[in-house]
Each structure stands twice: as structure tokens, then as C-alpha cells.
């Protein structure tokens, strides 16, 4: 399995650390996202969405992180990361669907406002973060609900669902998430994720330049 990657960002961490978890072996090739890699004809021959990551597995190319998640689960019959029981497995597909079309887009935001745009020199604008702070507790309030006297997300240990919501959050502090009212949401964030091999093994670093400093 070959990950185009580049594991600053938010959904190649996730798979990244999704596949560690999974236990998954893979080879990673970089494609530098500062650097606009993405959008160069060798990589939108791969994945035509001109975005990070991508997997080819033989004669299969496949984009979408969540989906290379599940492939990858499979593929290597982790049925503890990723369960067959039908219900459980209905579960998590919920989450990683909820993830990708509600979740991760809410959260770009705050990653976009706090960190891109002061790491490319910029400012935040304070009116698209608050333009954005209703959807976002909402959405968080659902998660928050669901992780009431919970460890994880789905069942008793870590699956692919923990893995593809958390990475939205995987700068939390310099996103500056809004995350005190979700005191369920942050104890699973910061004491079962976070802690994880998979998870600290893929971190990049909070603050992190896109150039070295003349002192480096
Ligand atoms: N739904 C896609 C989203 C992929 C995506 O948006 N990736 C971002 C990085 S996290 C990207 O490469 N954006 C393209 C760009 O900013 O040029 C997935 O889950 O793989």
C-alpha cells in the first residue's frame, strides 16, 4: 500500500495514525501540501480532487481518507479497529460519514483562521470564527452527547471512528477549538486519543513553520 501524504494536515494524520492503529503496513511518499504538490499534474493523475491523501494498492487508487480507512481495516482483517457485526459496523460508517461532511468542515475553519492563515502571514478574521461558533457547537454538543460515560466513541476500545473525529481536532490549542462547554469531548480528546501510540507516533507539533528559521 502506498499513502501519498503529507502529515501536517488533518486527513493525512488521520489516516496515518488510522493505519498504525489498524496495523496496516504501507509505504508513505510525500507530497509537500505547502509546497502546492497537490496540485501538480503527477499527483491529480492519482487523486483528481487535487487534495492530500491518497492510496494506490496495486491496480486500486483510492481517495477519501475514511474510505482508505476502512479498505485498509479489511484489507488486514482488524476487526477490533473496524468491527463485522453489522450494527457496530453501521455505527462507525455513521461517524465517519458524520465526520467528513459536518465535522472536519467546521473544524477547518478554526485550522484555516488560527494556524494557516498566521503561519502564511495573515490574520485571523474574527467574523468568519464567529460566524462559524453556532454549527460548531452544535456539532461538538452531538459528539459531546455521545462520548456521556464513554471511553470511546464506539464500544469498549478504539476504532477508526475515534481516529477520523479526532484529527479535525489534532491542533486543538492552536485551532483554539472552543472546547470548555464540551467537557465529555475534551476528556476523550486529551485522555483517550491523545495518548494513544498511534496518535502521539503522528504528531507534528503544534506551531510548526513551513520554512526552517535562519537560526535553525
Ligand atoms: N474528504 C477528503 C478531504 C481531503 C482534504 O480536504 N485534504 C486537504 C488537507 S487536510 C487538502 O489537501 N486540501 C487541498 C488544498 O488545500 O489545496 C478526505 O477525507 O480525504
Known sequence: MKIYADPITVNCRKVLAGLDLLGAPFELVHVDYFKGAQKEPAYTAINPNASVPAMVDG??????????????????????AYPKDLKTRADINRWLLWEGSSWFPSCYVFL?????????????????????????????????????????VVGDVPTIADIALAAPMHLHGWQRLPLSD?????????????????????????????QPTAAA
Not at 59 to 80: C, H, M, P, R, T
Not at 185 to 198: A, D, F, H, I
Not at 201 to 210: A, I, P
Open 59 to 80: 491496480d486500486l487508487v483510492l481517495w477519501e481518507s475514511n474510505a482508505i480507512l476502512q479498505y485498509a481495516a479489511d484489507k488486514v482483517g482488524n476487526d477490533a
Open 182 to 210: 464540551h467537557r465529555n469531548l475534551k476528556r476523550w480528546l486529551t485522555e483517550s486519543v491523545e495518548p494513544l501510540p498511534c496518535w502521539k507516533k503522528t504528531w507534528v507539533g503544534e506551531g510548526f513553520v513551513t
Open 112 to 152: 484555516v483562521e488560527n494556524c494557516v492563515k498566521p503561519l502564511l502571514g495573515s490574520q485571523p478574521d474574527p467574523a468568519v470564527l464567529e460566524a462559524q461558533a453556532g454549527q460548531f457547537h452544535k456539532l461538538a454538543g452531538i459528539l459531546d452527547t455521545r462520548l456521556q460515560g464513554k471511553r470511546w
